[in-house]
């Protein structure tokens, strides 16, 4: 049984796509006058974020908000986290205020893991980005979102592209993306592969302009400067000449291909203007959808007696088919 | 998840346990009937929205609309509304998977609504989709149609328009099928 969600690799074939599926009916709520449903009435969801994020805290807080569940932000800044407090004293008072479910982001690789698993607190633990590590909701977001304008993923092409070394998200969607049977090819300058990428099963280019014609997707991602101690390149100019996507790179593309990026971008970066505000680019809806997949996620893992996903319980939770004696409610 | 679905997949297996109450012609006589008796006491087809309560409820909210066109020549919205967040024994079971809820362009705003379910038992699933609708609009009216009703309500609920009054024991089990989702059209009791 998997109460938590830590990394994209915790979920099967059958997880994702119960998630996803899930996600389309919560999706449609957004059209409907009233943005809400009752499924976690009474439950409590704590936001605890240790590093700044803006789209992913309120993502979250929105979609507890439409369950009707109660939240609880605690960030690192003006609480006794910045005092010194350790992960395990928040835990315990996580604990102690009845906390259904931890949504953590985290500076440091692994936070989450600990949080889930040493005993501290029973609660539900969501990873919401940990360090270099992993972010799985927003690769759960992005597969969604390339659902909804490709179809099915088996076989599609998608490129991530950027600073691979210190994203959390590629190597979340590198998980997934392989999970839901896509080719995921990581596109970077040499210094900004991370350590053991071959086995990540996945392919890898230096070379940008001979990717983008095969590609379905193309995913970039933001040169992460704040975690870089190191010059990985040398300047901000030759790396956007040669890794940034620019309205000349665009047009090789094929014409069903769509660009996406996690946010927040750096405009004349990694992706000039003229294509993040095209008709390819998807970087708002991803937003949209960010909330629908999170509600998604905290439904099926609080939403009943225990969770729906792992794949042990499918045969009975995620299909209906039930072997109880309950019969003709209606 | 509609529960009726739970009872048909044990029998999807062979034959269907039981005796048979109602048989394919039955049902479309009962169909057929439930479609004059909504348009009779609704005095024609303004108004009318049908929604189906997933699985089988879906399928029927269909049908009865496609009799509903035939005999007044015009068409009504039919939708679908799942219940499974609204349902109270939410908490008690391990989380579903969801069903899709489609309402109809026109919305449900003054409208008389029909519901459609295959049966009605406790009563609870009326309950939660009256809950739910709650979330969606204002209805003029909410009626409710089955195609067959077993008693024992646990709740005041009662259907405006019944295909079959079927008086069981609660130990008994009754099945239905239709071909859209189970490839025959039968109800079934054991």
Redesign the interface.
Known sequence: MKNHLLSAADLTRDDAELILATAGEMRALADRPIKKLPALRGRTVVNLFFEDSTRTRMSFEAAAKRLSADVINFSAKGSSLSKGESLKDTALTLEAMGADAVIVRHWASGAPHNLANAGWARSTVINAGDGTHEHPTQALLDAFTMTRHLGALDGRRIAIVGDVLHSRVARSNAILLQTLGAEVTLVSPPTLFPYGVETWGVQTSYDLDAVLPKSDVVMMLRVQRERMNDSYFPSAREYSRRYGLDARRMATLQDHTIVMHPGPMIRGMEITADVADSDRSVIVEQVTNGVAVRMAVLYLLLGGSEPALGAADHAQSATGAEPTTEENDA | ???????A?HDTDGHPEGRTVLDARDIDRALTRISHEILERNKGSHDLVLLG?PSR?VGLAQRIAARIAQVEGAEIPVGSL?IT??RDD??????????????PGGGIDDKVVVLV??????????RSAL?AMN???RPRAVRLA?L?D?GHRDLPIRADFVGKNLPTSMAE??AVRLAEYDGEDSVTIR
């Open positions: 998840m509609a529960p009726t679905h739970e009872i997949s309560i409820g799942d967040m609204y939410l908490r008690l079971r391990p989380a579903r998977a969801l069903s899709p809820t489609e309402i379910d295959d049966v009605l038992y406790s009563g609870r699933t009326i809950d979330d969606i609009g089955v067959v077993r089990k009754v």
